[in-house]
């Protein structure tokens, strides 16, 4: 079974700095998907950035970015010139090409400091 | 607002009632979800429908029983309620393919007293 795993449980950044949360994935199929969710006290999920495996460059969205070694099996997300509005809990998530189930890590809790 | 509604947001039951999770998507969604997101657990699934008229368990099965009633709606069930599923509950859908990520209602936190 895949697994997904974040080892940080709470990172704190100051804002307008920039912060790494990190992620790694265990799986021995070569085709899938991972995902970044955001889950702000307001408790919704929100999708803010997505990977293909078969894809080697690095996805980015604005302020958001990834550092994918699917070697590695690694998953990070990058978060650049970091707001108020960023902090929020941050789940990593596996999604397989051939099951049609999200697996999702523990989370990473973001704290940004005024 | 298009969607996926979850009903009711907030529930306090007594151990041994039963009661049921509402969820509808409006997305024209073939693939549901449950999930159960518990502190340091992440969020773990519970059933999940591929398509209308099919459900499969999740990881976390145990307690719950799911109906899909058509293609829009996807319903949980407690049907003994018991403390240890106090959690927050959270529907999701997606289109079937695996490079979607899914659209997740605002969640039901249910506390089993």
């Known amino acids: 079974a895949q697994t997904v795993t974040q080892s940080q449980p709470e990172m704190s950044v100051q804002e307008a700095e920039t912060v790494t949360l990190s992620c790694t994935y265990d799986?021995?199929?070569?085709?899938?998907?991972l995902f970044w969710y955001k889950q702000p006290p307001s408790r919704q999920m929100i999708l803010v950035i997505r990977?293909?495996?078969?894809?080697?460059q690095n996805a980015t969205e604005n302020r958001f970015s990834v550092n994918f070694q699917k070697a590695a099996k690694s998953f990070s997300l990058k978060i650049s010139d970091s707001q108020l509005g960023d902090a929020a809990m941050y789940f990593c998530?596996?999604?397989?090409?051939?099951?049609?189930?999200?697996?999702f890590g523990a989370g990473t809790i973001l704290r940004v400091k005024s | 607002n298009a969607g996926v509604t979850q009903t009711p947001k907030f529930q306090v039951l007594k151990t041994g009632q039963s009661m049921t999770l509402q969820c509808a998507q409006d997305?024209?969604?073939?693939?549901m979800y449950w999930y159960r997101q518990d502190p340091g657990m992440g969020l773990r699934l519970i059933y999940y429908?591929?398509?209308?008229?099919?459900?499969d368990k999740g990881e976390v099965p145990n307690g719950y029983n799911v109906s899909r009633l058509n293609k829009r709606e996807f319903s949980l069930r407690l049907e003994s309620a018991a403390p240890s599923q106090t959690s927050v509950y959270f529907c999701?859908?997606?289109?079937?393919?695996?490079?979607?990520?899914?659209?997740f209602g605002s969640g039901t936190r249910l506390t089993v007293v």
């Open positions: 997305m024209n969604h073939n693939s």
């Open positions: 999701a859908s997606s289109e079937a393919g695996p490079d979607y990520g899914y659209t």
């Open positions: 429908s591929a398509s209308e008229g099919t459900t």
């Open positions: 998530a596996y999604r397989s090409a051939f099951r049609n189930k999200l697996v």
């Open positions: 990977q293909e495996a078969y894809k080697q």
């Open positions: 799986t021995s199929e070569s085709d899938y998907y």
